[in-house]
Nanobody
Framework: QVRFVESGGGLVQAGASLRLSCAAQ????????MGWYRQAPGKQRDLVAL???????NVIDSVKGRFTISRDDDKNILYLQMNNLKPEDTAVYYC????????????WGQGTQVTVSS
């Protein structure tokens, strides 16, 4: 069974907004640090944003002020609000737990494609 199912991507113009969602399986979600990752064509998958189990957040410098990670532990859903999108944000976006967590899985979901045109 797939642990994480991502949705909400699309094709947008630069400056637009999208909100990604990740539906997570398992009761360990609420206790886990969770992250959004992205993989651009020809590049490795990298962490974009991280949220602790008590709501503290951190994002990479290139999306600071534009992306916000949040979570709903009652619904087991992780969100990524993306504003003022840029062409360099084009990638497949995935969610997963922090790699240091037991909730992390090497069986990634299908991801959701975000394409930003200039």
């Amino acid at each position: 069974q797939v642990r994480f199912v991502e949705s909400g991507g699309g094709l947008v113009q630069a400056g637009a907004s999208l909100r990604l969602s990740c539906a997570a399986q398992g009761s360990a979600f609420r206790a886990s640090y969770m992250g959004w990752y992205r993989q651009a064509p020809g590049k490795q998958r990298d962490l974009v944003a991280l949220i602790s189990n008590d709501g503290r957040t951190n994002v990479i410098d290139s999306v600071k002020g534009r992306f916000t990670i949040s979570r709903d532990d009652d619904k087991n859903i992780l969100y990524l609000q993306m504003n003022n999108l840029k062409p360099e944000d084009t990638a497949v976006y995935y969610c997963n737990a922090d790699p240091r967590s037991d909730y992390y899985t090497s069986d990634w979901g299908q991801g959701t494609q975000v394409t930003v045109s200039s």
